[in-house]
């Protein structure tokens, strides 16, 4: 994993091979899903490395031990509707427990500024780690966005976690929540014209869904 300040860049060699997949365009939306939800959970894995543990005891069938535990708040994961959700079910498959707050946002096709249309949080979102799930950062308006409403409900421990990654989505996070740590598979070339990140895997929730 390479860190720059606070940009976790996750190049493990299978999630690396499940991007490749992710990216052509010829992968069905059944196979995209699945390779979603797969990528998701490797992440999950090096995004909850600094999870604090507890010593507690336990007897096994020979002894009394001490053994670890997570400890601690507990977890919130929060997806950006709709392609953030394709991305849950992965990260559950580690967590089970954690609670799930849906924010809705999507982006104004001409001025590619985010717009809400839902959220709907844990009642004790304040007091949970949360981890902002989207696949895709492009400008970073709905990443800024989502963490400014976390923010707003009094989150103190929030995490970012995208697919792919611009480099004017990451920039554009750092300037407006630097205290904020983001995870990412790749990070790709640059935004096209209309926004979309190149090379990018073009416009995930369509994808996600099979809604093109
Ligand atoms: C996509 C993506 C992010 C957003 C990224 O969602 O899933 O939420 O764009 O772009 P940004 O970094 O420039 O804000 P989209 O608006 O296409 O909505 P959808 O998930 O409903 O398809
Ligand atoms: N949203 C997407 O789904 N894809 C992009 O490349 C940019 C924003």
Do not use: W
Request: glycine share 8%; charged share 25%.
């Amino acid at each position: 994993m390479e860190t720059m300040e606070m940009v976790h860049i996750l190049d493990h060699p299978l999630l690396q091979h499940k991007l490749s997949i992710l990216r052509n365009k010829e992968t069905s939306v059944k196979d995209f899903r699945q390779l979603v939800s797969e990528i998701s959970t490797l992440m999950c894995y090096e995004a909850t490395r600094d999870l604090p543990l507890i010593e507690v005891e336990v007897e096994t069938p020979l002894a009394t031990t001490k053994v670890n535990r997570l400890g601690g708040k507990k977890l919130a994961i929060v997806p950006i509707l709709r392609a953030g959700l394709g991305m849950v079910d992965g990260i559950l498959n580690l967590i089970p427990s954690a609670r799930v707050g849906h924010i809705g946002l999507y982006r104004d096709p001409e001025s590619l500024a985010p717009v809400e249309y839902y959220c709907k949080m844990p009642a004790d979102i304040f007091d949970r780690r949360a981890i902002i799930v989207d696949p895709m950062l492009a400008t970073g308006g709905s990443a800024i966005a989502a963490i400014q409403f976390l923010k707003g409900y009094g989150c103190q421990d929030i995490k970012l976690m995208n697919i792919i990654a611009a480099p004017e989505g990451i920039r554009a996070v750092r300037e407006a929540h630097p205290d904020i740590p983001i995870y990412c598979a790749h990070v790709d070339d640059c935004l096209n014209e209309h926004g979309y990140i190149v090379p990018g895997l073009g416009d995930a929730g369509d994808r996600i869904f099979g809604t093109k």
